[in-house]
């Protein structure tokens, strides 16, 4: 058992699992939150740190991530470091939470404790300035796992357990997964010619899990499976897996896959020549353009080659999509002009319903232009990028509301309005 559990961690380390990372400068990080008593005493599976971001809307739309270990870990929380350092500049809040490892309990305690962190979550969401209604959830390996089971076992009394905060949803509303083993007693059957971890054994990461050898056990490894759940009211799925996947064959999404597509149900399955179990390699640019893309929606399919490429940009919008995030802003821009120079405003109306809590628009101009002064906002440029930020007393633009701002420039030739303005990262419709 030691053997084949750690074999698999040292792969588990030696292909990218998440590592820790110092949070980005504009977010404060909340750590080792208990969202339920330790079980067993001392240990960390009950844990979870928040990423708050600083800037964007309020309340935030959530991410909640945890890190594949094999099922071995109860603390790989500090992957969503990463996570949050590429979404809490976009505004979204990242949560990265533990669950208790297999050698402390079995399986559903698993899927119990993330159902628990989400209840927990949403019962504080007005602490946090978190939306109730706009929760996702991703993870790699069997953070994947994790997260499938969490957005296709919504309403599942046997798997909601009584961890911690009850009485209060653990509906996540999209999700995203890397990789995850979805029917357990295939796995050993789908391994690369070259071979690959065997499932089936006493020892492995699936049988420690559930309790039991899993060839030995069906009806409890079928509970176990994702695929169980697939229905087609589902939340919507975007799943990815490389082609030379070592450890969790690829052929695990295949199949869940073809099981959302025959229940009607909302998922992109993205697949990855060449790649193996890390994330480095499900998104290695010089992939685009090879990887094959699935998806399937109101029993209908589209097949594409290369046209969604794994990026955490295409990501960003898939999640925004899942989570209903569409533009919020419209912008204002006027000019007074003179020989050599002018004056500009910039007003900002938040078109959504949510508000917004401190403000970054920007833009790129299209000539010459060079800010000289700025008033109700502190505005800075470098080359023809320009960054206009709240000035403190107008941080704040409720649903409906606006916020305006001015500025004086110079500029020969052409003055033309800039082509677009992002307000905390999201394209603003332009008001002409």
Not at 64 to 86: F, L, P, Y
Not at 234 to 245: R, V, Y
Not at 350 to 365: A, E, H, V
Request: glycine share 10%.
């Amino acid at each position: 058992m030691a053997t084949v559990v750690g074999t698999v961690m040292t792969v588990l380390a030696a292909v990218g699992v998440s590592m820790a990372v110092a949070p980005p400068a504009h977010a404060a990080v909340i750590s080792d939150i208990a969202y339920a008593s330790a079980q067993p005493a001392g240990s960390r599976g009950h844990l979870l740190d928040l990423h708050l971001p600083s800037t964007g809307m309020t309340p935030r739309p959530l991410i909640i991530w945890h890190s594949g270990s094999a099922w071995t870990s109860d603390d790989s929380k500090a992957g969503a470091a990463e996570i949050a350092a590429v979404f809490n500049p976009l505004g979204f809040a990242v949560a990265g939470v533990n669950v208790r490892n297999s050698s402390q309990a079995i399986f559903p305690a698993q899927v119990h404790d993330i159902k628990a962190a989400i209840r927990w979550l949403r019962a504080n969401a007005a602490t946090y300035q978190l939306d109730p209604n706009r929760f996702a959830m991703a993870g790699d390996s069997s953070g994947a796992w994790l997260t499938q089971m969490a957005v296709f076992s919504g309403g599942v009394a046997a798997l909601e357990g009584t961890v911690g905060t009850t009485g209060v949803s653990s509906a996540v509303h999209t999700g995203l997964a890397f990789y995850s083993p979805t029917d357990f007693l295939q796995m050993n059957s789908q391994n690369l010619p070259t071979g690959g971890l065997d499932h089936n054994s006493p020892a492995s990461p699936e049988s420690l899990l559930v309790g039991c050898p899993i060839q030995t056990c069906p009806t409890a490894v079928a509970a176990a499976n994702p695929m169980t759940y697939v229905d087609s009211g589902d939340p919507p799925l975007l799943f990815l897996h490389g082609q030379a996947d070592f450890l969790v064959p690829h052929g695990q999404s295949v199949l869940l896959y073809n099981r959302i597509k025959a229940q009607c149900g909302n998922a992109t399955f993205v697949s990855v020549p060449a790649a193996d179990h890390m994330m480095v390699q499900i998104m290695d640019p010089a992939q685009y353009g090879n990887e094959t893309v699935k998806t399937t929606a109101n029993c209908g399919e589209t097949v594409s080659t290369g046209t969604l490429h794994p990026s955490w940009a295409n990501f960003t919008t898939w999640i925004r999509s899942g989570l209903k995030l569409g533009n919020a802003c419209e912008v204002t821009y006027a000019t007074g002009t003179w020989t050599g120079a002018f004056n500009g405003t910039a007003t900002i109306r938040n078109t959504g319903t949510t508000p917004i809590q401190n403000w970054t628009l920007q833009w790129t101009w299209g000539g010459n232009q060079q800010i000289t002064s700025a008033w109700n906002a502190t505005v800075t440029q470098t080359g023809a990028a320009v960054t206009a930020r709240d000035a403190g007393h107008n941080s704040y633009i409720g649903p409906g509301s606006s916020q305006s701002f001015g500025f004086s420039a110079t500029a020969t030739g052409s003055n033309a309005i800039p082509a677009q303005f992002k307000l905390n990262n999201i394209v603003c419709t332009r008001v002409p």
